[in-house]
């Protein structure tokens, strides 16, 4: 079973400061991506990293996927309080498309 | 445009009823469907996975079971809850074209009690 590992699992912060969350595996993965989810909702799609040391960026929110395809990170400048939300990581284990789920950071970013 | 729809939105059932959980995806063909349970505040588990009408995966055994009677409708049931059988059930799809990108429905909260 390929784990991915997620820290903090918590991160309360002020807005207007950055976070950082962090996504992390002894496997390899064919992709990553990051979802984030809104209390009583499905995951929502944030973003796919497939290439080696790769950086995408979504307004606020940078994501890279490690060189070995190992690990992943996001980085939020400026957080505002819409962006509180549980941010999930996921990696593709199969051609089926299956995903190996972390367990979660769960951000607030008060006023 | 696709979306996906998840009924019923809540769910309190005494343990030893049985289940019967709908997904459908409107807007796509031949998806992959499947089904997940989180608990409060954590990760995905993922239930089962389909990629045609029929084909069902399991990944866990348990309690529940999964059918795929048409090309975008996936059911989850059981014949006996259980109080560990509680949760969140995501129901999510992808396309076959190699992205991987998951859709999930908005989800039903199943309390046994």
């Known amino acids: 079973t390929q784990l991915l590992e997620q820290s903090p699992q918590f991160l309360s912060i002020q807005e207007g400061e950055n976070l950082t969350v962090y996504c992390n595996s002894s496997?390899?993965?064919?992709?990553l991506q990051w979802y984030r989810q809104e209390p009583g909702e499905g995951p929502v799609l944030l973003v796919t990293?497939?290439?080696?040391?790769e950086v995408k960026k979504l307004k606020r929110l940078t994501f890279q996927f490690g060189d070995a395809r190992k690990d992943s990170s996001l980085h939020i400048t400026a957080a505002q309080p819409g962006d509180t939300g549980l941010y999930l990581c996921?990696?593709?284990?199969?051609?089926?498309?299956?995903?190996?789920f972390g367990a979660g950071t769960q951000v607030v970013v008060t006023p | 445009s696709q979306t996906i729809h998840q009924w019923p939105a809540t769910l309190v059932q005494p343990v030893g009823s049985p289940l019967s959980l709908e997904c459908t995806v409107e807007g796509t063909s031949n998806p992959n469907l499947y089904w997940y349970r989180q608990a409060a505040g954590r990760g995905l588990q993922l239930l089962f996975y389909?990629?045609?009408?029929?084909?069902i995966s399991s990944e866990v055994p348990q309690n529940l079971s999964a059918s795929r009677p048409q090309d975008r409708q996936f059911i989850l049931s059981s014949k006996k809850l259980l109080l560990s059988d509680s949760g969140f059930y995501l129901c999510?799809?992808?396309?076959?074209?190699?992205?991987?990108?998951?859709?999930f429905g908005p989800g039903t909260r199943l309390t046994v009690t």
């Open positions: 389909s990629v045609g009408i029929g084909q």
């Open positions: 990293v497939v290439t080696g040391g």
């Open positions: 999510a799809w992808t396309r076959r074209d190699g992205s991987y990108e998951q859709y």
């Open positions: 996921a990696g593709v284990t199969d051609s089926w498309g299956k995903l190996q």
């Open positions: 496997s390899v993965f064919s992709s």
